[in-house]
């Protein structure tokens, strides 16, 4: 297996769509690629994050995988956000 070097470092970012079924999926895909110290970045809602690390505290052992919050600015005066 290749490692990585400093003039090929490779960084992946994740950013599911939201809703809870493509969150998980790619959750599982990203468990597959931090193992092999490749760092990846994981972009998401704050509250689907801190779901997420919730649900995995306990297996999650690869320290290169990095939750992003997004936050989602409301314009819509009514309050209802759309995706």
């Known amino acids: 297996m290749a ?3 400093s003039d090929n470092e490779v960084i992946v970012a994740m950013v599911p769509f939201p809703d809870y079924s493509h ?3 790619l959750f599982v895909l990203v468990r597959f690629i931090a ?4 760092p990846v970045y994981f972009l998401s809602l704050a509250d689907m994050n801190q779901d997420l690390k919730l649900h995995v505290q ?3 052992r690869a320290s290169n995988i990095h ?3 997004l936050l989602v600015k409301d314009d819509d005066p009514a ?3 759309q995706f």
């Open 23 to 25: 969150l998980n999926q």
């Open 58 to 60: 306990g297996g999650l």
């Open 67 to 69: 939750f992003e919050d």
């Open 3 to 5: 490692t990585n070097s």
């Open 35 to 38: 193992p092999h110290n490749i």
């Open 79 to 81: 309050g209802v956000i």
